[in-house]
């Protein structure tokens, strides 16, 4: 079992940059791939960024591509979410998703667990 806590949302201006940061439990993180999403107001959840057991692969989300960088500290057992530029269409929940699996995935199908989120505004 892995319970994740988000945390570092918050109300920034377009332009802006806000660091998220993902606290696990349990000591299997340093296996687990593990994943960013968002979810707007009416939208569905969407993928943002994901990456592999150790940091050496990542992907992206064409909509944060070249802003958003996702890294881990296995040590820490958190995962990171530096986000750059921000515009007003970032505006949305942040979830943290972990998946039992070491290897990156772009949907949240293949998450295993699920943090409660955390709200990031972007105001214009």
């Known amino acids: 079992q892995v319970q994740l806590v988000e945390s570092g949302g918050g109300l920034v201006q377009a332009g802006g940059s806000l660091r998220l940061s993902c606290a696990a439990s349990?000591?299997?993180?340093?296996?687990?791939?593990m994943g960013w999403f968002r979810q707007a107001p009416g939208k569905e959840r969407e993928f943002v960024s994901t990456?592999?057991?150790?940091?050496?692969?990542?992907y992206y989300a064409d909509s944060v591509k070249g802003r958003f960088t996702i890294s881990r500290d296995n040590s820490k057992n958190t995962v990171y979410l530096q986000m750059n530029s921000l515009k007003p269409e970032d505006t949305a929940v942040y979830y943290c998703a972990a998946r039992s699996l070491s290897t990156i995935a772009t949907s949240d199908y293949f998450y295993n667990y699920w943090g409660q989120g955390t709200q990031v505004t972007v105001s214009s």
């Open positions: 990456i592999n057991w150790n940091g050496d692969t990542t």
């Open positions: 349990g000591r299997t993180f340093s296996s687990y791939a």
